[in-house]
């Protein structure tokens, strides 16, 4: 089984800044991407930005420029620096891990979440 916890959210002005991390922990032989979702209420959970082992990254077009992903891999940790913050980024934020037991089966993991809320 692997856990998935994330932290660091709160509120924030407009304009202002969030760093949130993830850490990912349990039976892990190799995490192959790890994820950053949202859901804001009434809405659908979407995809933020991604990272895989390798460093590759994918942002949302809402979030190019404003959010920077990045990750440790030997703890097995990602970080998601938020710049800029709009209103309209107010969600719940997911981190969802993707790899492979010991086995070598994959599994897909997700966190509780984090509330950031973007408001004067």
């Known amino acids: 089984q692997v856990q998935v916890v994330e932290s660091g959210g709160g509120l924030v002005q407009p304009g202002g800044s969030l760093r949130l991390s993830c850490a990912a922990s349990?039976?892990?032989?190799?995490?192959?991407?790890m994820n950053w979702y949202r859901q804001a209420p009434g809405k659908q959970r979407e995809l933020v930005a991604s990272i895989t082992s390798g460093g590759s990254t994918n942002y949302a077009d809402s979030v190019k420029g404003r959010f920077t992903i990045s990750r440790d891999n030997a703890k097995n940790t990602v970080y998601l620096q938020m710049n800029s913050l709009k209103p309209e980024d107010t969600a719940v934020y997911y981190c969802n891990t993707r790899g492979a037991y010991s086995d070598l089966k994959v599994f897909g993991s997700w966190g509780q979440g984090t509330q950031v809320t973007v408001s004067s």
């Open positions: 349990g039976n892990i032989f190799r995490i192959y991407s």
